[in-house]
């Protein structure tokens, strides 16, 4: 009986009902609603019949809207299953699209991103736009000082700092494609997918802060490579100052690789499905499996989901506390 009862508000947990409507003004200056208002849709579902019967020209319509483009595509979508290929023949680059046309529009000055660091007696950083766009050209320049090229693998295993989205933007902008561990993993899981990556380059801090509490992180780095032919460099950046190993000819303190580099850089003209990063499952059901995403369709998805899905209005802050993605470039646009 008891096993029954607890079946029966199981049960009710998982089938929802209740409908919860939004304030009238909310939904009606809402971003999508704007968009439906000059399409001349009446109803929601006027409007989601419209999208599902014709999604090659809704996405292609959207493609338009949220990204700028180096060369148009010759066709928004080649479907051969289980393979698929959106905006084909399009020229683009994420970063372009996250960083240098704010940083150098009317939107330079605007803060691209807020980081309020640990421990909380750090001050709280605003970088803008124009900031964030020479600090991403210098760690650029100095990835192409390290042999980085178009196609090439970097890992990266850090906390959640400044110096994250950072390197990620500047690996985009040169064309080599990024891959993110979690800073909470193993050595061991760092090592396997820099093995399965073949990453060239690792990018990674001296330490952390847990608890208010500086801890070591760069030799579990020293661990993870000890046996990966494929890396040719660790990038270290300064985070906490605890002391930490570092091998002449192979470690370089990031501030050292940055240091003299130009503030300008221009954009690799990517294929729109050139890979932008790769993001391994936790591998908790078996060896961490690599999954793909690429310029074109992830400089489209995300921002259309955020101004539609979370009615990101441009004076509006987006709150990150989890993970700091290639979303967060989208915030403005």
């Known amino acids: ?62 493609a338009k809207t949220y990204a700028d483009w180096f060369e148009p595509w010759s066709s928004t979508l080649e479907w051969k299953p289980p393979y698929a290929k959106w905006f084909v023949g399009g020229k683009c680059n994420v970063t372009h699209n996250c960083v ?42 100095g990835l192409k000082s390290l042999g980085v090229v178009k196609g090439d693998r970097v890992m990266l295993y850090m906390p959640m700092i400044p110096q994250l989205p950072i390197a990620m933007l500047a690996i985009a902008k040169i064309g080599a494609i990024h891959c993110i561990v ?78 003299g580099k130009s503030e300008a850089c221009e954009c690799e003209r990517m294929d729109a499905e050139d890979r932008l990063f790769i993001l391994y499952t936790s591998g908790t059901t078996g060896k961490p499996k690599g999954i793909e995403h690429v310029h074109g369709g992830y400089q489209v998805g995300p921002a ?3 101004h539609w899905v979370f009615d990101i209005k441009d004076n509006d802050v987006w709150w990150c506390t989890a993970d700091i993605g290639w979303i967060t470039g989208h915030s403005y646009i």
């Not at 008891?2 to 809402?30: G, H, M, Q, Y």
């Not at 704010?102 to 900031?131: L, R, S």
């Open 100 to 141: 240098d046309r704010h940083a150098q529009g009317a939107k330079k000055d605007k803060v691209a991103y807020i980081f309020v660091p640990e421990p909380v007696d750090q001050p709280t950083q605003k970088i803008t736009y124009a900031q964030l766009e020479k600090e991403v050209n210098k760690f650029a320049n």
């Open 182 to 259: 979690f800073s909470g993993f193993s050595s061991g899981g760092l090592n396997s997918r820099i093995l399965d990556a073949e990453a060239k380059v690792v990018v990674t801090v001296d330490g952390f802060y847990r608890r208010g509490k500086p801890l070591p992180l760069k030799p579990n780095v020293d661990e993870a490579t000890a046996n990966t032919p494929s890396v040719k460099k660790v990038v270290v950046y300064k985070r906490t100052g605890v002391a930490v190993p570092m091998k002449e000819g192979k470690d370089i303190w990031w501030d050292d690789l940055v240091a």
């Open 1 to 62: 009986m008891a096993e029954e009862k607890a079946t029966a508000k199981t049960s009710v947990l998982l089938e929802e009902t209740r409908i919860f409507e939004a304030p009238k003004d909310l939904a009606e200056n809402s971003n999508v609603m704007k968009w439906m208002k000059e399409k001349g849709f009446k109803t929601e579902r006027e409007m989601r019949l419209w999208c599902s019967a014709n999604y090659i020209q809704f996405w292609g319509e959207m």
């Open 304 to 306: 259309q989901t955020l």
